[in-house]
């Protein structure tokens, strides 16, 4: 062959590593830049995330950084223009930043509260929530409650760790993989890879989803259940262990609560709590002396022997039960039986019971062990570590309904029974998880000027007297999160900022400051009607909500309806932390965190919102911030991450402290330490030792370090809880005898009751139990593709080819039967409004069940497209169809949201589905065209990005001259 | 030598991500820019060498969704060379076939001839481009050997794709294609594509034991309870304590 030209000019090229952030995922990134310019983006093959692969979105970084919608310089609205009418000025940053600090000053010294601060899709909650917390503003959460805050508080009530992105299947040993209600997720990219592992093993994946779509179409098995329903058949498989005896004794005996004793006193305050001696030791029964004893001492002997199934009588003369014998006679009622819940569920109920046993006979048939002695808690030693190698991921469609809190309790307690979390082979946690039951950090309430708070604003309540309400029982926080609308709101509710601002309801506020979070479109619910909330006025004509503050790096719907404007940089224009005090992107075996650097030059007039907030707080003279003097102690962010320590030795990077920089995890600050981060690929990995692999909820090694990095307060046992009696709290305040706190509302009372079940439960979704389901019959649910999976980028060139217009899918037989064609316009209505789009008809969804793909509509003249964008004409959002309140019933507009947690209940939607009339075509609502910014460039006609002239590979003439141009097969291969 | 791909259609998810990949390195790559037409408007489209293709097989409920890669099979006998009247369609000694930018008039032949819909006509170039198998990565020696790679194998998460030379039966693709039963797309035509798809692997089976399947126990949560708390006392009294499993 002859010699090739130089493609490449390497000389004019350099390599520079980062982290990407075109999801949540946060792989490791190997950026190729020629003269400044990107020239190619790939995995990092080095980094623990994603091992050098890299999806959809992360190929398209180059496409993001070119978006014609990145915001440019700093806008306010133009005095005397309407909000949301798109007039804007652009203003210098020193006057933005001035003017705001003038105005947060007066709020502080006043009252801080009148400060909303609210975060959408950023992984920087430790340093929002610090700025919060410094402030002295409660008003602050990032987008959880309105994400999946379910997953992450039903794990943390109940194994201490959780789905999402806080711990991962084993995929190198699970050998039954069950995934439910998962269209994508924040492990974007080790998901995939972990898929493949399972499948080159022989493993059986079974996946459980309305929609064969994504990860289904890889399936073994799938099971198109109908929404809302995954908590039941998760109860039905209990229901199936039990009753055949397949359960891991000894697991749930030294690993959960189940040996404990619950008092039996029905009508009393002490109803339904754990049995306690007079030093408050939960107690449990010691077959070995045929007494009571304390759970904790009676563990660690070798001569006790707890009874996992029992009811006794104290010589106090209190009735008592094993958690084990309360769980058993709730489950093995004939109502969770798979007959019982078959039609309900949408799954047969042979195909239930079947899947039941094929779990139990993977996890105790094929069990498997891991040659590694370890230590547990008690200090018994063991050879190895026994796995259950059944492992589950569940996600948005178990989280997203109203009972999803439950549901995804109801699925963990699954994994209990089958000692299959942090077994090998089963679902790991990822440092710093597991943590103790419920993490040791209460919601802060209390709040006073010109201080900081004394508490993070969000944390895990324990029970009524931990909540967030005053005297009178009403709430404290503008979300109404830790309220008896959302006890357990540990993420905060978002989606419920704005309609409560505007309602007053509990207060007014002065400031709302967005970050990253498109509120004003397809972040909020029931978006037409929000938009006006933003626009909204007093009877003097002042704003309802006085002054939104929006930093955002593109031309997003929200950015419209925002006073002020401060342009954010791209994930490719600065420094940033993916820190382990916050979401870092550890491995279950491996405790990581990461960073971000500039790749490219700033090419306009932005600043990373973090480098602001360093700023304002500065200014604002955050003790944090400033020295005795005033003066500002901190450089920036650079400086500040570096050198600020939540505790000694801790701080935001885990990597390289000390002063010589050969401290992990805990030392000293280390001026170096950004660029070691750099030297080292921008992330850091503490790989944990293999005594410390599994059962950490129970292994002393990595107790104690986990302790001793800061992980977790205490080095003790985290005890599973089967049974939680925080839930049982809130419900003995829902029936009023409760020794505190207890609502008074009838309707708070009931949802108390009908909710918190200590044992995981299961109800209809709210939205259903109040609508016609006659008429609403089908279930309407969303999932975001693949390839835009946690981003927004409709913007994006390359992107938006693959997909620019999202249809409404329905099941075929369904849909003909109703005499929908395929492409027919459609109207679909809710109980809160209508909307019209065009369907197509599919075969893989759920028959009572209509689905789309999320957030590729777009208003018109946002995010740089042009106002003939299908993402605007034919592309359209469920999000008018669901209220943030649930349909009206006895009492008070509440919100539409899981009662336990606050978490946004996207997915409880009921609808009906008909022909639009002859001629009826196009989006409606369609509203209308956003102006465009100052400043902004023409979006182009045509793009034809490169970084250099190609060098063409010339066909040689004797080539041509031997070969011709047609390929004779006599002559054979060549 | 016959360069090309393996496609595992057991484990592609359809996430997109490899013509993403591709679409990044070629723009820049030897044939490129791989223009795009209305970025940003009505009618979104550009030159892409990789496009994925979903499909349904069967009915609700045993429906199954198939994702399916596309891109130049670098066909042993490929029409697209045959008919090209400039000469700019070529097939190398390796198996990559190729246009020559500087050859090729944008008459359009070769895709008409290409039942694959393997070639993308660069309105704005006003040439014809396809798939190189990113040969300006798999030779480049300044790239670590592992990176010399097409984009799109690189990139893959769920490790579908693999490259390889097919002449080689020691190779990676060879011996995939041998083990799992690999196809080719529509061979019938006779245009004898090289690339090759790996079909759904047999789906595992969980046998429940009679084991696991227990005896039913009468008398419902009561008997069961009863029957549990009998057992641990039995075991209790017979060694002592609990002697059940171990872990």
Known sequence: MAALPEFEKHAHQEVKSTTCYMCACRCGIDVTLENGEIRFIQGNPDHPVNKGVLCAKGNAGIMKQKSPAKLRQPLLRKPGSERGAGEFEPISWERALDMLTKRLRKIRATDPKRLAFFTGRDQMQALTGFWASQFGTINWAAHGGFCSVNMAAAGLYMTGQSFWEFGDPDWDHAKYFM??????????????????????????????????????????????????????????????????????????????????????????????????????????????????????????SDESDLALFGKY??????????????AAEKYLSDDYAPAAVAERCGVDAETIERLALEMAEVAFRESITIDTPWTDWTGRRHEKFVGRPVAMHAMRGVSAHSNGFQSCRSIHLVQMLLGAVDSPGSHLAKPPFPKHIAPPIKPARDMAPNTPLKSPPLGFPMGPEDLAIDADGKPLRIDKAYSWDAPVAAHGLMHMVITNAVNADPYQIDTLILFMANMGWNSSMNTAEVQDMLRMKDDDGAYKIPFIVTSDAFHSEMVNFSDLILPDTTYLERFDTISMLDRPISEPHAACDAIRQPIVDLDRDVRPWQEVLIDIGTRLGFPALVNEDGSAKFSGYEDFITRWEKAPGIGFLAGWRGKDGESHMKGEPNPDQWQRYIDNGCFFEHKLPPEQRYYRFANKDYLEWSKSVGFNAEDGPIVMELYSETMQKFRLAGHGIYDGPCPVEPEDRQRLIDHFDPLPDWSIPLEEQRVDNSRYRFHAVNQRPMFMYHSWDSQNAWLRQIMAQNYLYMNRARGESLGIEDLSWVWVESHHGKIRCQLKLMEGCNPDTVWTWNAIGKQKGTWGLSEDAPESNEGFLMNHLISELLPPGQGRAITNSDPVTGQAAWYDLKVNVFLAEPGESGIWPSLDAVKPLPGMPDSPQVLRYHTHEAVNLERPFSDALTKGSTFKKEEGKR | MKLGLVIDLDTCVGCHACAVACKQWNTSGTTGPLSDLEPYGAEPSGVWFNRIRHYEADVYPNSKT????????????????????????????????????????GCNLCAWACPYGARELDEESGVMKKCTLCVDRIYDENLPESQRQPACVLTCPTSARLFGDFDDPDSEVSRAVAERGGVAQMPELGYAPVNRYLPPREKPEVTVS???????????????????????KDAFDRFGKRTSGEA
């Open chain 2, 66 to 105: 198939v994702n399916v890669p596309m891109s130049c099979m670098h066909c042993e006998d490929a029409a697209c060379v045959t008919v090209c009247p400039t000469g700019a369609s070529w097939k190398r000694d390796d198996g990559i076939v190729l246009v020559d930018q500087s050859k090729c008039m």
């Open chain 2, 210 to 232: 009679e084991e696991t399947r227990g005896d039913s126990t009468p008398g419902g949560a009561a008997g069961l309870i009863g029957k549990w708390m009998k057992r641990q």
């Open chain 1, 313 to 326: 009588t104290t010589d106090e003369g209190v009735r008592v039960k094993t958690v084990m014998t309360l």
């Open chain 1, 179 to 300: 995934m439910w209600g998962v269209a994508e997720d924040h492990a974007s990219n080790p998901i995939k890879i972990g898929l493949e592992k399972l499948k080159s093993r022989g493993a059986k994946f079974v996946a459980i989803n309305p929609v064969r779509t994504g990860y289904q179409a890889i399936a073994d098995e799938w099971i198109g259940i109908r929404p809302g329903t995954d908590g039941l058949l998760a109860l039905a498989f209990v229901h199936v262990l039990l009753k055949t005896e397949n359960f891991d004794w000894d697991y749930l005996v030294r690993y959960t609560n189940a040996t404990q004793l619950v008092i039996d006193a029905p009508g009393t305050s002490q109803h339904g709590l754990m049995l306690r001696d007079e030093h408050g030791q939960i107690q449990a029964h010691d077959q070995a002396t045929g007494l009571q004893c304390a759970w904790d001492a009676a563990s660690r």
